[in-house]
């Protein structure tokens, strides 16, 4: 059969970036929009003259290859993960799940008592405590796909709060450890 011929049209053979094999598969990437993803691919290859046999007929015949591999390597299923959550992976996996971000200087102590609290908890918290603004802060951890990101200003000092921000949603100022009440059973499934 043919590629992109018989019952299964919708089946691309993209060239492959080294020629041959090719590697295709009809399952859509979530975040990327391509017809194909790096999952479980289905490799076609031809072998050059390295393999041959003797055909019923006498002649020297050259086979086509068929590969498939489910879970091919750990790398291959990073990747998957990436391409499945858009890079920003869920609380739980996330390498860094917190960035504790303080609006001014003066809040550097603060900041830095709210990471050891969180880390005293294990969670895989980070300091950002560069002379910056905090938008700037906010957008380089939503960047590097960090899920929450706690930004400490004076009033949250004096409150002892901080004001929580998940992903894109709304930032929602609460204690610090009712602040760890509620991401507990997300960051530790």
Known sequence: M?????????WKMPQHPLGSPTAFNPAKA???????????P?????????????AADGTKQRPVMVHHAVLG????????????????????????QIVVAPITDAQNDYATWC????Q????RAVADLRHDR????????????VPVVFAVGARE????????????????????AHAMFLLRREAFK
């Open 2 to 10: 043919q590629p992109g011929t018989g019952p299964r049209k919708f």
């Open 73 to 96: 390597s750990i790398e291959r299923f990073i990747a998957v993960l990436l391409e499945h959550y858009d890079g920003k992976l869920p609380l739980w996996l996330a390498p860094d």
């Open 42 to 54: 289905i490799a076609v290859g031809v072998n050059g003259n390295a393999v041959a046999y003797v």
């Open 134 to 145: 905090i938008g700037r802060k906010v957008a380089d951890a939503k960047a590097q796909g």
């Open 157 to 176: 000092e004096t409150e002892r709060t901080v004001s929580m921000r998940k992903g894109d949603g709304p930032a929602v100022v609460v204690p610090l």
């Open 115 to 118: 990471l050891s609290e969180l």
């Open 120 to 123: 005293a908890q294990d969670f």
């Open 30 to 40: 979530r975040s990327t929009g391509r017809s194909w993803n790096s999952f479980s």
